[in-house]
Nanobody, 121 residues
Framework: QVQLVESGGGLVQAGGSLRLSCAAS????????MGWYRQAPGKQRELVAT???????NYADAVKGRFTISRDNAKKMVSLQMNNLKPEDTAVYYC???????????????WGQGTQVTVSS
């Protein structure tokens, strides 16, 4: 069984910073891309940032220059450093991992339970 557990959400004023972390555990064979997505009330879930096992990154235009994604392959962790936060960054943030696990024939996407980020103006 595979689990992704996020931590680090909270309430912050505009211009502030937060750091999200996500730890993957369970019967994992290998992890390909990891990433962060977010969903604001009344909106669809959207990509925030992804990072491959080799360290290549991809960011949504809305967060470029403000957010930084990183990962620790040995610890099976991915983090998201969020600086200069804006009220429009308010959302539930979800960790995602594309991985292979024992008992699965194919690679699969796994999701964390989500962590709330609220930015006040």
């Amino acid at each position: 069984q595979v689990q992704l557990v996020e931590s680090g959400g909270g309430l912050v004023q505009a211009g502030g910073s937060l750091r999200l972390s996500c730890a993957a555990s369970g019967s994992i064979i290998s992890i390909n891309a990891m990433g962060w997505y977010r969903q604001a009330p009344g909106k669809q879930r959207e990509l925030v940032a992804t990072i491959t096992s080799g360290g290549s990154t991809n960011y949504a235009d809305a967060v470029k220059g403000r957010f930084t994604i990183s990962r620790d392959n040995a610890k099976k962790m991915v983090s998201l450093q969020m600086n200069n936060l804006k009220p429009e960054d308010t959302a539930v943030y979800y960790c995602n991992a594309d991985l292979r696990a024992w008992g699965l024939v194919y690679r699969a996407d796994f999701w964390g339970q989500g962590t709330q980020v609220t930015v006040s103006s």
